[in-house]
């Protein structure tokens, strides 16, 4: 397989500084703005010198996951067998897949111990199953709005989207033509995301019940009126152009069948494997998806077995997402967390 | 136009006893069983002799609602100028249209005044409408899981849900083959409503993370495999063979219209003009949907007003759905109110 990955910093000499980060469900593994891709990346505020994630000290790696289509290999990409794209012929993929793609990433960048491994939503799972696997390659932990499994509540919102795409009739069982994916199952799987990646009150507060003015019956019927279907409209037609449609069902099935009691039998027994010194544990009050209750049972869990753990629970208003947009309240919890245990700072990147 | 309705106990001799219940999106006037039609009603626990709206006293009307498709004109009824059936040329509906409706049926039947009006989720919202509108035919309001008008979360909700129906190649826009409707479509958005009926809560402990046993990958790929799936399943399914398409999208988009503001400017200018002698609003803690705070707005200003007015907060398990389930919560509160107000009976009925 091949893994994409972007690094920022520079190991230390003896290579304790490094800090594997996983993604959610839909981003590469570009993070943040370096020198080789000044564009936008989707953590900025926490990755660079001087910020929360501080690159002057700390060695940041961000892997593409296992199946995602952003340079990792993934049902899009070609099986070297039949020289054509995986598509459903790609194996089964879990959560623990992804984790020990990541491994295989540091492990090839010499790392044989993580400082620290870091990820939100599916990312979140990815660590904890590294940190479950290898608990000896695993010094630190954060996980951000994540869960020891997911809820059937959070289950029945990823099964309809999947459902939703399936449905298309340009999927064709997988099978679709590249130059004409399954946009408009793509494009309502997406907007099924963004209503339940926010929050209610969030919502409320941007778009209230403003609306186009309308003299005309609007064409076609029952199409957007609202501010917030407009919205909907605009950002999920963003998505549908970037993301391979069989790789989204994949990653979307593999965090619905991720379980900690998988290893172990319970969920306290799996988290029981971890070994680390210190754990950032972040949930988020108005997150529907990844309850706050699931960050407080794994910190809890954590705690109960005698590991350093911080609990943070943040009333950030954009629901599952709040760590993309919320710099406010996300920046000084992990600032804190990352500012403890390595000093001096390493070498000095350029 | 023609409405459709069910009556249960018999109207006193000075015509004061008359209740109309208006209807959620898609039940029909069937809420009970009646010597007529000994079928299960949808809110059976809560009419009858010596239930909760307790038939020996009170004569109970309710309509289905206007543009639905359970006997009441709708957009699948036949177009007498066309001979064919109305479908998008069915003029826009609004929850004031279902409200006018239901009173050209009490009219009809001999009643000037409603002693109580009362309806849940839409049909609370049929129900304010008509007490703003025609406040001296309304003595009594009750008020359940309603909302002056819907929220922004709520209308990404519907919004999507009727695209997801508009985007069946079968919808034809709306010129769909009644006997090859798009059931897909429909499936897909009545999944999207079982899962905001209810409450995360509720499907965890219902569900948990139960799943069939696996050995084989499942067929056809991504297909169900959690017991909630299997249940979202089974129960979309019943519905689609029920529920005319182009119904549903008129009814669904007059919830969104609806706005207790659009009569005088805002919400508290709308609620001013019901005239009640007293009211009963209820919600419930678990419900997403239509959240409790809306109800909690409702009873305020009815109650600022010099209303008298009972408040209810439910703690059910059952979200949105509650007031046709938690039977035990439900029944007393409507009970208390319902036992006030008319004595001596009225005629008892056989």
Known sequence: MEIAYECWGQLSENRDNAVMLFTGLSPSAHAARSANDPSDGWWDYMIGAGKPIDTQRYFVICVNSL????????????NAKTGKPYRLDFPELAVEDIA?????????????????????SLG?????????????EVHRL????????ALPFAISIRSLQR??????????????????????GMRLARKLGLITYRSAEEFSQRFGRKRKFIEQPIEPAFSAEFDVETYLDYNANQFIDQFDTNCYLYLSRAIDWFDVAAHGGSIEAGLSKIRTQANLIIGVQSDFLFPLSQQQEIAGILESHGLKTTFAALDSLQGHDSFLIDQEKFAPVVRDFFSDYISPPATVIS
Chains 1, 2 share one sequence.
């Open 100 to 120: 020990n793609a990541g491994r295989e990433a540091y492990k090839m960048l010499g790392i044989e111990k993580l400082n620290t491994v870091i990820g939100a």
């Open 142 to 149: 954060v996980s951000i709005s994540a869960a020891p499994h």
């Open 124 to 136: 979140g799972m990815s660590a904890l199953a590294l940190a479950i696997l290898f608990p000896n």
């Open 67 to 78: 199946g995602s289509c952003f340079g990792s290999t993934g049902p899009a990409s070609i």
């Open 163 to 184: 459902e939703i795409i399936r449905n298309d009739p340009k999927w064709q069982k997988g099978d679709y033509n590249f130059d004409q994916p399954p946009t408009d």
